[in-house]
Structures are given as structure tokens and as C-alpha cells.
């Protein structure tokens, strides 16, 4: 284990001094699953995505989405890039874009089969 200043290191840093451990826990009520859940593309392949975000999870390339108008929007999601993106991804997307208003257009409503 090696100590760097007020931090030790194991896998990854922790704080020595306890009162500094606060700093880095999480609320006690917050919730992963709350966290939207955006789709992560596989850069490897295509490095320009669209859907690409850095570390902060903020788009790349915001500006080709905010270029768009809603009907194009609507159409890229439904039937271009983003035809097999999950509900949850497409609802997280259009969220961040602030295009909410979409939501209905293009996450297609699941219907789940009567229970037994």
C-alpha cells in the first residue's frame, strides 16, 4: 500500500484521515438506477459516434443532435442511429438534449404479456 499525502492507495485512492472519507460517499439516498443510463457505443469501431461522450458523460458531438428539428430527431431515433437503442437509453438521450417532449414519439411502448 503506498501513501500519497493524505491518501493511501489499494486499487485506488482512499482517505487516510476518516473525516476526509465523507467527501466521497454518496448521499444516503441516492440510487444508481436513478442515474440515466445512456448508450455507450463501442468507439473501437466507429470513433465519431454520435452517441460518444467524455468523461464528465457529456455528449461530443451535442451539435449534431441540437442541428436537428424534432421531426428529424424523431426519425434518426426511430428508424436511422438510434433504432436499437433501448427505451431507457432513447428516454435518457432525449432527456439530456432537453427534448423530453419527444419521449412519446419515439420510445416505442413495450406490452407485456398477461401474467399466468
Not at 51 to 62: I, M
Request: hydrophobic content about 35%.
Amino acid at each position: 500500500m503506498q501513501s500519497f499525502g493524505k491518501w493511501q492507495s489499494t486499487s485506488c485512492l482512499t482517505p487516510l484521515n476518516p473525516s476526509l472519507a465523507r467527501l466521497n460517499a454518496k448521499p444516503p439516498n441516492s440510487k444508481n438506477s436513478d442515474m440515466a443510463q445512456f448508450y455507450q457505443p463501442d468507439l473501437s469501431e466507429n470513433i465519431d459516434s454520435p452517441f460518444a461522450r467524455d468523461g464528465a458523460n457529456k455528449l461530443v458531438r451535442r451539435s449534431y443532435w441540437l442541428d436537428m428539428n424534432d421531426r428529424t430527431l424523431v426519425m434518426v431515433m426511430v428508424n436511422g442511429i438510434g433504432k436499437n437503442l433501448t427505451n431507457d437509453e432513447k428516454r435518457a438521450h432525449l432527456s439530456d438534449l432537453r427534448r423530453e417532449h419527444l419521449i412519446d414519439q419515439v420510445c416505442i411502448q413495450e406490452i407485456l404479456p398477461p401474467e399466468k
